[in-house]
C-alpha cells in the first residue's frame, strides 16, 4: 500500500511559480512510477509529468515542458513539481500518483492516488 499526500498548492499569478510537494509512504520500491496530473473543471484528468524512482528520465506533457519541473528527494520519499511561468491555463486540481505502470502518461494504470491540491492562476 503507498499512500500519498500533496501540498504547496495556493494562488498564483500569470507568469508566477509555485511548487508542489507529493510525500509518498509505502513506497514499492524502484519499480514505481510517480506521475503528476491535473484536472481542470469540466475537463478530463490530464498528464503533467512522470518518472521512476529507480531512474533519471523524466516525462513531461508538452503543455508544460520548459515551465515545469519534477524533482524527487528520495531521503525523504517526496516529489516535487516546480511550476513557473504559469498561466490561467494551469489552473487546475494537481494529483500525485504512483504505480507499476508501462504508460507513463496513462492515468488508467496508476494503482494510488493523492487526495489532489488546488492551483488557481489569475490573469
Known amino acids: 500500500q503507498v499512500q500519498l499526500v500533496e501540498s504547496g498548492g495556493g494562488l498564483a499569478q500569470a507568469g508566477g511559480s509555485l511548487r508542489l510537494s507529493c510525500s509518498a509512504s509505502?513506497?514499492?520500491?524502484?519499480?514505481?512510477?510517480m506521475g503528476w496530473f491535473r484536472q481542470a473543471p469540466g475537463k478530463e484528468r490530464g498528464f503533467v509529468g512522470a518518472?521512476?524512482?529507480?531512474?533519471?528520465?523524466?516525462y513531461y506533457a508538452d503543455s508544460v515542458k520548459g515551465r515545469f519541473t519534477i524533482s524527487k528527494d528520495n531521503n525523504k520519499n517526496t516529489v516535487y513539481l516546480q511550476m513557473n511561468s504559469l498561466k490561467p491555463e494551469d489552473a487546475a486540481v494537481y494529483y500525485c500518483?504512483?504505480?507499476?505502470?508501462?504508460?507513463?502518461?496513462?492515468?488508467?494504470?496508476?494503482?494510488?492516488w493523492g487526495q489532489g491540491t488546488q492551483v488557481t492562476v489569475s490573469s
Open positions: 500518483a504512483a504505480g507499476n505502470v508501462r504508460n507513463v502518461r496513462d492515468k488508467r494504470e496508476y494503482r494510488y
Open positions: 509505502g513506497r514499492a520500491g524502484n519499480a514505481f512510477v
Open positions: 518518472f521512476w524512482w529507480g531512474s533519471d528520465g523524466i
